[in-house]
């Protein structure tokens, strides 16, 4: 289809017969949708604050374009929409490079400063050394629920020079988001996320002093039982918020939709059960470099349909077209 900038249309995105419910849509290509294996090369970069990044390369032999992609909230090259992607684009001889959030990609990072849904620092950092060795070469960016909001707010920030950029099931009204996925069967979500997210945290307090910012001790950490709780004590203070509603409000990419001039396609879905409709923006709260594609089904970074009777995800299909038409 042919990317409508400026508006909000429908997405022609049409889920599985059987696979629409919004739950299935989410949890199945995560446990049941066979992911490719990728032979990446992982390369270590320093940060102007002396922590790290680590970057998953997937490059064919003469790429005709480079991706740069954000995970989501606690992803890493392993989640499957990154691999998806990642071998989808290969085929179509485009190269990707994964940059893990600090943190995510196996080993504690070395400062306080941790990633959030607002971090665009290092995504930039990253991006700049892209650009600096692929000089000539279209560069595009793509973001993944946590990591297209961080997109979605680099992009108003520092208006770089990108081809383009593609943010999927982002939750650019956090606060909105903080609330839905606290109600009902989406706790399931939540509780899940937060293991993973205060075992981190905890491991990294044994290496890392954050007294300067926190207030809190292990067993406080653990007992945390929303992203409210975790954000308001943890993410805030490490990160220059005044709490977790502050957070919300700066973080948030909705408000800067209209900043951006790169040409952008946001996906989403009306039934993801991450998020409410309060996420999704108005016609006039888009630049004209926008384009929103709402699906009514499609649950969180899901969007599994049927290619050639096979199930598969539309993300990466959408994502190449989208490229291939601004190439």
């Not at 409508?4 to 419910?21: E, H, K, N, T, W």
């Amino acid at each position: 289809m042919k990317t409508m900038f400026g508006d909000i249309l429908p997405s022609p995105f049409v889920p599985a017969r059987f696979y629409s419910q919004r739950h299935i849509q989410t949890i199945w290509p995560k446990y049941f949708l066979n992911s490719p294996t990728l032979n990446t090369k992982q390369e270590r970069i320093t940060t102007p604050d002396n922590d790290f990044l680590d970057l998953n390369w997937l490059m064919p032999q003469k790429p005709k374009a480079i991706v740069l992609a954000l995970h989501g909230l606690e992803g890493c090259i392993h989640s499957h929409y990154i691999k998806h992607l990642f071998s989808h684009l290969y085929s179509l001889n485009i190269g990707a490079v994964l940059m893990h959030f600090r943190g995510c990609s196996g080993e504690t990072n070395k400062q306080p400063k941790a990633y959030h849904s607002g971090e665009v620092d290092d995504p930039y950092f990253a991006l700049q050394l892209i650009q600096s060795r692929y000089q000539g070469l279209p560069i595009y960016a793509v973001g993944f629920s946590l990591g297209g909001n961080a997109l979605l707010k680099l992009l108003a920030a520092f208006q770089p020079t990108l081809n383009g950029c593609v943010a999927v099931s982002s939750p650019i009204n956090l606060k909105a988001s903080s609330v839905a996925i606290n109600k009902g069967f989406s706790k399931v979500y939540q509780r899940h996320l937060l293991k993973s997210m205060k075992q981190k945290f905890i491991n990294k307090m044994q290496s890392v002093d954050m007294s300067e910012y926190i207030n809190v001790n292990e067993k406080q950490v653990a007992a945390f039982d929303s992203f409210f709780d975790f954000d308001e004590h943890l993410t805030a203070p490490l990160h220059g918020y005044a709490g977790a509603n502050d957070y919300y409000k700066r973080a948030s990419a909705k408000p800067d939709l209209h900043l951006i001039n790169t040409k952008t396609l946001i996906l989403h879905a009306e039934d993801d059960p991450f998020m409410d409709g309060q996420v999704i923006p108005q016609k006039e709260e888009l630049s004209p470099s926008v384009a929103y594609e709402l699906a009514e089904k499609g649950g969180h970074v899901g969007f599994m349909q049927r290619r050639s009777g096979k199930l598969c995800s539309y993300i990466p299909h959408r994502i190449a077209s989208f490229i291939e038409e601004l190439l």
